[in-house]
């Protein structure tokens, strides 16, 4: 049935099966899926015979970003599940700090693609991957998330991304700060008077002799 593993028994069985009967009806005998059917008559190999699935090689990249980010949100939201267009349950804000530390980690994100908020982001990507070094690629567009995080402009910056792919050109990090970056000609100019030390002196001379009083 499907979902379930083949047993030796029920290969050997559609294999006797289907000496005189169809690759549908050895299959139905059998107990098994005509697309298992198939597979098996292109190698007839039992179950058995087959070789463990490999495992983990590689630590695994996403290990610091689950623990740190994911875990907890789930533990806040235990009632979250991911269904439909809902599915996204953990967006660029909430890795982003653990993604600025080992940007490498966007290379083998599970959910990479659902992380990106809008198209232009995966777009970016994929052009950087395919001109830039991985390395690279990552770290630049971790620092085009991080701008979108840390200046709110999600969608102005997709917006410019757009335009930019669109010439055919990379994103670059350095316009796009000073695009977003706030400008220091506006920014205000405050100024921090600092009271002198005799001041205070005066005021705790002033609460002992209250007390001595």
């Not at 490498?104 to 959910?111: C, D, H, R, W």
């Not at 567009?141 to 669109?166: F, K, N």
């Not at 796009?176 to 100019?189: E, K, N, S, V, Y």
């Amino acid at each position: 049935m499907p979902g379930r593993h083949v047993t030796d028994h029920q290969m050997r069985l559609f294999m006797k099966y289907r000496q005189t009967h169809s690759v549908e009806v050895a299959a139905a005998k059998a107990s098994i899926s005509r697309a298992t059917a198939f597979r098996i008559e292109k190698e007839q190999r039992l179950p058995s015979q087959n070789k463990p699935p490999r495992g983990r090689r590689r630590p695994d990249p996403l290990e610091h970003i689950f623990d740190a980010e994911v875990v907890p949100l789930l533990k806040a939201a235990p009632g979250i599940r991911a269904s439909g267009k809902h599915d996204q349950v953990v967006n660029y804000h909430h890795v982003i700090h653990s993604l600025r530390k080992k940007p490498m980690a966007l290379l083998n994100l599970v959910y990479r693609d659902k992380l990106f908020p809008r198209p232009e982001y995966r777009r970016a990507f994929d052009t950087l991957i395919e001109q830039l070094p991985d390395r690279q690629a990552c770290k630049v567009t971790v620092e085009l998330l991080a701008l979108a995080h840390d200046r709110g402009c999600e969608r102005e910056l997709a917006e410019e991304l757009a335009r930019t792919l669109d010439a055919r050109k990379l994103p670059d990090l350095m316009a796009l700060r000073a695009i977003f970056g706030p400008d220091p000609d506006q920014l205000p100019t405050v100024h921090v008077q600092l009271a002198s030390l005799n001041s205070y002196e005066a005021l705790m001379g002033s609460a002992y002799a209250g007390e001595a009083a």
